[in-house]
């Protein structure tokens, strides 16, 4: 369900909600939206619709598309999207593959430290063994062999910055245990569903707590 309403949402909808960096608080932390493979800003709405509101500059890469690139490539570009608007101390805010993006963003482009946190939900961190059943050059590069995958899980020290969110089941992500990160903070919701967990409200609840609680640790006056 959550699925549909959402890919409908991003053909109807193509900008995202003028209050996305209209109610800035400028002690709150510019937070960067980082969809899952084939889908855009509009499959992490509910989440992001709070958070905007709470007073966070919320910020998309419409270079992404409908993020099929490569996970390097996409890194690249997201971080090409936080120097044009010159963010600092910015969290991903990422669904699915877009946790990898994340964590690629902090093993290659991070070396000024402006991302100082990736909350990511649903993202098959160690791969999904349904990735390889599918006759698909983008979302094989999510498959536990990939690659990619095996790069990043011989790197473990940028994990301490990335928080997981992950269901007690997950229809994409084979096994869902495949979310969970060594030496990352790993929180499970009592939901079930790669898309349904983003309409779940503990998990917006989790993530508003999550960017709260790193936004106090920084200070910022």
Known sequence: MHLAKSFTHSLIFRSPPEHYLGYIDSTKVPVVLVPGINSKWNFLK?????ISKSGHPLYISKDLGYNRKDITTSA????EMIDK????NVIILAHSKGGLIGKQMLLQCNEDHRIIKVIAIASPFLGSNLAQYVPDKALRELAPESAALQDQNTRFAVNKDIVSI????????????H??????????????????ILSNPKTAAIVREKIAEITSQLHIK
């Open 166 to 177: 992950y269901g007690l089941y997950d229809n994409h992500v084979w096994p869902t245990e």
């Open 76 to 79: 690249q570009l997201v971080r």
């Open 85 to 88: 608007h010159n963010l600092h």
């Open 179 to 196: 979310s969970i990160l060594q030496g990352a903070e790993n929180i499970k919701v009592e939901t079930e569903g790669h898309h349904q």
């Open 46 to 50: 509910k989440i992001a619709d709070g």
